[in-house]
């Protein structure tokens, strides 16, 4: 398996602009995670899904996050309007339930807003 | 609330000498302990996790961690550090809803030649 992909690795974009950022989880794995990772902050997670239903959304920080899962295989993470205090890492992970709760992560997307 | 907290920001090293990176956790009931790793650029990768058993578990890389539940700790451990272990490690518990993962907030680690 290629492992969880996300795409963009880098976004780089102007304040006021919406963003998307996406996630691949591993087949077969049932949570999918979304985290943010900052200087200031460290790993905070933002919202995890469940067999694509969101379960603990408690994490986004307002509502210009949104995150969907339509299916299985894909993940979105939006952010209209962006501000410059969103640049950060945005992380996703995935895992399989049964597995003792470990999650396995992808590379992130390292967004920049000017 | 489940919870880790690494109290080291950084910890350094030389090379071929003995690593610990401490992380220490409060929990409800019986802990599900994890250790990650990140590297430069990439996302985390799980190192090893505690569930019940031994209290010492080995894991990835030559790493290991042991758990004292009288001290409630669970450090990372290698016997012999290399260069390539310079990274950004992190403890982590399982949450109360059994579902996610709590971490800590991270210690970076510096091996010198």
């Known amino acids: 398996d290629a492992g969880v992909i996300q795409s963009p690795r880098h976004e780089v974009t102007e304040m006021g602009q919406e963003v998307t950022l996406r996630c691949k989880p591993i087949?077969?794995?049932?949570?999918l995670f979304w985290y943010r990772q900052t200087m200031m902050r460290g790993l905070e997670l933002l919202i995890y899904?469940?067999?694509?239903?969101?379960?603990?959304d408690s994490g986004m920080p307002e509502d210009r996050f949104s995150a969907k899962m339509p299916n299985a295989s894909f993940s979105t993470l939006k952010i209209q309007p962006s501000e410059p205090r969103d640049s950060a890492v945005y992380f996703c992970a995935s895992m399989a339930s049964g597995a003792k709760n470990i999650q396995y992560f992808g590379a992130g997307t390292r967004l920049s807003v000017l | 609330a489940q919870s880790v907290a690494q109290p080291e920001d950084q910890v350094n090293v030389a090379e071929g000498n003995p690593l610990t990176v401490k992380c220490t956790y409060s929990?409800?009931?019986?802990?599900?302990l994890f250790w990650y790793v990140q590297y430069p650029n990439r996302g985390l990768q799980f190192l090893l996790k505690y569930i019940t058993g031994d209290n010492l578990v080995k894991g990835s890389y030559g790493f290991e961690a042991e758990f004292n539940k009288s001290q409630t700790s669970f450090h990372l451990k290698k016997p012999s550090a290399l260069v390539s272990d310079s990274a950004l490690y992190f403890c982590a518990v399982r949450d109360i809803s059994f579902q996610k993962l709590v971490f800590g907030t991270g210690t970076r680690l510096l091996v010198s030649p």
């Open positions: 899904f469940n067999n694509n239903v969101p379960i603990d």
């Open positions: 087949s077969g794995h049932d949570y």
């Open positions: 929990v409800s009931g019986n802990p599900y």
